[in-house]
């Protein structure tokens, strides 16, 4: 944005970076789209998905990334059944992505984070799909807390787990999901959650809220891009799914 307002005539810099706003804002997109259809192929008819957090239209301009491949699936005309995560402790799941799926008309239930490996263990779930913030060179992918431990115990128990990212969200200069920094949030979104600014806790605890976590790779069963999906060993397939633009490679 900043080198197309530097090469633009004065009077012209705003049409110019409103432009490359919009053209940046089609790319997105057009790539959770063809990640969507990569990812649509993945699920059977009669899948019930688990879901982490929100990867929806609300978190990527329009189309979502584990979110798109549900709603890829679904306009299939597969039937799926999503379990959707809460995602404590701001609840994304549970105020977005319930919403989200609403508004496309896909079934789903909302269940508390610490359901999901009664679900897992139950038989009741066919995948588990989660978006992601970043991906190191390795394979071990940084996502909203909670998304660790859903991989560990989807692994325990024979059930896929895939991250769902474009290709953007790889960084191949991090060697290892341990080179990601975490983010410490605010005490109160734990002590005062659901209580509407009151504590919900004695005073004085003492609060860790890191806002997410790393997954070894070796949980990840694949990693959908919408270049296709990159399979153990992950520091060869990512390389080629960051190299490759436009076509899919499996």
């Given at each position: 944005?900043?080198?197309?307002?530097?090469?633009?005539?004065?009077?012209?810099?705003?049409?110019?970076?409103?432009?490359?706003?919009?053209?940046?804002?089609?790319?997105?997109?057009?790539?959770?789209?063809?990640?969507?259809?990569?990812?649509?192929?993945?699920?059977?008819?009669?899948?019930?998905?688990?879901?982490?957090?929100?990867?929806?239209?609300?978190?990527?301009v329009?189309?979502?990334?584990?979110?798109?491949?549900?709603?890829?699936?679904h306009?299939?005309?597969?039937?799926?059944?999503?379990?959707?995560?809460?995602?404590?402790?701001?609840?994304?799941?549970?105020?977005?992505?319930?919403?989200?799926?609403?508004?496309?008309?896909?079934?789903?239930?909302?269940?508390?984070?610490?359901?999901?490996?009664?679900?897992?263990?139950?038989?009741?779930?066919?995948?588990?799909?989660?978006?992601?913030?970043?991906?190191?060179?390795?394979?071990?992918?940084?996502?909203?807390?909670?998304?660790?431990?859903?991989?560990?115990?989807?692994?325990?128990?024979?059930?896929?787990f895939?991250?769902?990212?474009?290709?953007s969200?790889?960084?191949?200069?991090?060697?290892?999901?341990?080179?990601?920094?975490?983010?410490?949030?605010?005490?109160?979104?734990?002590?005062a959650?659901?209580?509407?600014?009151?504590?919900?806790?004695?005073?004085?605890?003492?609060?860790?809220?890191?806002?997410?976590?790393?997954?070894?790779h070796?949980?990840?069963?694949?990693?959908?891009?919408?270049?296709?999906?990159?399979?153990?060993?992950?520091?060869?397939?990512?390389?080629?799914?960051v190299?490759?633009?436009?076509?899919?490679?499996?």
């Amino acid at each position: 944005m900043l080198n197309r307002a530097a090469a633009a005539p004065p009077d012209r810099i705003r049409q110019v970076v409103l432009a490359e706003a919009q053209a940046i804002a089609d790319e997105d997109v057009a790539t959770n789209r063809r990640l969507g259809q990569v990812g649509a192929a993945l699920i059977p008819n009669e899948a019930t998905i688990l879901h982490h957090c929100n990867t929806g239209a609300l978190a990527t301009v329009d189309y979502g990334t584990a979110l798109g491949v549900i709603r890829a699936a679904h306009e299939q005309g597969k039937q799926v059944h999503v379990l959707v995560d809460e995602t404590r402790p701001c609840l994304q799941g549970a105020r977005l992505t319930t919403w989200e799926l609403q508004q496309l008309g896909i079934p789903f239930t909302l269940i508390a984070d610490n359901a999901a490996g009664h679900f897992l263990h139950s038989g009741q779930v066919d995948l588990v799909l989660v978006g992601a913030d970043r991906v190191a060179a390795n394979g071990d992918v940084a996502n909203k807390i909670g998304t660790y431990k859903l991989a560990v115990v989807a692994k325990e128990n024979g059930v896929p787990f895939y991250p769902c990212v474009p290709t953007s969200t790889i960084d191949l200069a991090t060697p290892t999901g341990d080179d990601i920094p975490i983010e410490e949030r605010p005490p109160e979104e734990i002590t005062a959650i659901a209580y509407q600014g009151r504590a919900a806790v004695p005073e004085g605890v003492q609060v860790a809220n890191p806002a997410f976590d790393i997954t070894p790779h070796r949980y990840i069963t694949g990693i959908i891009t919408e270049n296709g999906i990159a399979y153990p060993p992950f520091v060869q397939s990512l390389e080629r799914m960051v190299g490759s633009e436009k076509e899919y490679v499996d």
